[in-house]
């Protein structure tokens, strides 16, 4: 049973688009990171977000934590090709340590 | 700094047989983690090491065991190799334990089981 469930499971856009990527619970986390997973490769960490209506921008990316840590959501701006892979998800829970529970994974390809 | 190294990158092997992956973290990491991930299930957590003594445990049968060494470095065991071992299997490594902490994968070692 996956704690973190994450919609769209796909997501097919042309370039220039815009999108969001949702990642939702019915339990709270202490903090929430979002990675990008390139085929054959581990995932790549690209933010971390630990407190309730957190707001962080990379660059074209826009990350946001929920304000009861339940969700958090992935906005991309004129999504380009090299934005195409898979966005996971993961977050802790108190007093679990290091265990991550990660999302569903939303698979994205961006058309050129 | 050098990344998280998993070896090997690929293995092939036989149901019945074992396997021992080997992943050595971003040098000053204390902690590692082990994540199996299939097209079917996602990323799954197997287990956390830190300072020599497993901290967590994902729910996976008895047959994947691990450890590590006084250099921070892990080792995971699967016996038994059955079909549905056949994964990506993924190392991560954080510095500490704090909740906060990051984690950083490497890029995995792809067990394909015959």
């Known amino acids: 049973t996956q704690l973190l469930e994450q919609s769209p499971q796909f997501l097919s856009i042309q370039e220039g688009e815009n999108l969001t990527v949702y990642c939702n619970s019915s339990s709270v986390f202490s903090s929430l990171q979002w990675y990008r997973q390139e085929p054959g490769e581990g995932p790549v960490l690209l933010v971390t977000?630990?407190?309730?209506?957190e707001v962080k921008k990379l660059k074209r990316l826009t990350f946001q934590f929920g304000d009861a840590r339940k969700d958090s959501s992935l906005h991309i701006t004129a999504a380009q090709p090299g934005d195409t892979g898979l966005y996971l998800c993961?977050?802790?829970?108190?007093?679990?340590?290091?265990?991550?529970?990660f999302g569903t994974g939303t698979s994205l390809t961006v058309i050129p | 700094k050098a990344g998280v190294t998993q070896t090997p990158r690929y293995l092939i092997k036989t149901r019945g047989q074992q396997v021992t992956l080997s992943c050595s973290p971003i040098s000053g990491h204390r902690s590692v983690s082990w994540y199996q991930q299939t097209p079917g299930q996602g990323l799954q957590f197997l287990f956390e090491?830190?300072?020599?003594?497993?901290?967590n445990k994902g729910n996976f049968p008895g047959r994947f065991s691990g450890r590590q060494f006084s250099n921070s470095r892990s080792e995971m065991n699967v016996s038994t190799l059955e079909l549905g071992d056949s994964a990506l299997y993924l190392c991560?490594?954080?510095?500490?334990?704090?909740?906060?902490?990051?984690?950083?994968f490497g890029p995995g070692t792809r067990l394909t089981v015959l």
């Open positions: 991560a490594s954080s510095f500490s334990r704090d909740t906060y902490n990051e984690q950083f």
């Open positions: 090491y830190f300072s020599e003594t497993q901290r």
């Open positions: 977000v630990v407190t309730g209506g």
């Open positions: 993961a977050g802790t829970r108190v007093n679990t340590g290091n265990q991550f529970y």
